[in-house]
């Protein structure tokens, strides 16, 4: 028994960056299966592109004004996030790691929420007869990406103050060029191109950030002192709560409700308002903490 949930942890990136509905349904339900699929030929990233036609499919759903569908559809966005479980926990319990699948990785909730939105569009086209909501979808849309995009800094950030080891998906826009130009052109050279463009924004919405660990690297290199990682983790995790809300657990336990509730447009509202403003919440927050943490 101890042996296996030494096993369960070892599967996860940290404990300290999950949260309590992941660490209690979807990691171990992704556990399981990535046991099941250990000594397979199935790798990580064919688990990737399978949850990403799995969740692609669940606008459709949304898309039609019947509870049966909705309850289907939630069912299915839920199976393709175990399944997003499945392929990180199945790369580190085989070692079968690749930069690509990480990409592919984070781009498979965008998938999910742009067929989500696109679905919402239709339905309220159809009961209002128009197409302005697809403005609201765009908008939606730009939010989400953003705020995926922010929140997933931020916690791999965190896991760069674990450790080395931990921190290793944490890559500085210099790192992502460099990987970009040694990429033989292909498939992988244009995903690195369009990750360029995803840091590049990380990077620029976090000046406070970027100083604090341009401080940290011209004082200890790659050896940053435990008592510096500990401080700054102690301070980081006072913000997951809050980072929290804009992952995927965070939006789609409103967005469930909603859904069931047949007001799909109440969902662009929140996305656009309220999850935006959560978001300048949480930047400010760390902006301010980064700003300090050195002095």
Known sequence: MGDLKKEYEASLKSIETENIIDRVFYRPIGFRIARLLTNTNITPNMVTVFSIFVGGVVGYFFYVNNIVYSIIGICLLIFANILDCVDGQLARMTGVKSSIGRI?????????FAS?????AY??????????????AVLSGLSHLIQANITDYYK???LFFISKEKGKEFQTLKQVKETHKETKIGLSKTFYLLYIGYTYLQ?????????MLLNLSEKYGDDIPDPIRKSFRSQSLKLMPFIDLLTFNGRTMIMFAIVLTGHVWAYFL??????NLILITVMNKHEKMCANFMK
Do not use: C
Request: charged share 15%.
């Open 104 to 112: 592919l990785d984070g781009m498979a909730g965008d998938v999910w």
């Open 116 to 120: 989500i939105y696109i679905g919402f």
């Open 123 to 136: 339905r309220l086209m159809d009961i209002y007869g128009t197409s302005w909501f697809f403005g609201l």
């Open 156 to 158: 791999t950030l965190h």
């Open 203 to 211: 990077v620029k919405a976090t000046p406070n950030l970027q100083k």
């Open 270 to 275: 929140y996305e656009i308002i309220v999850l």
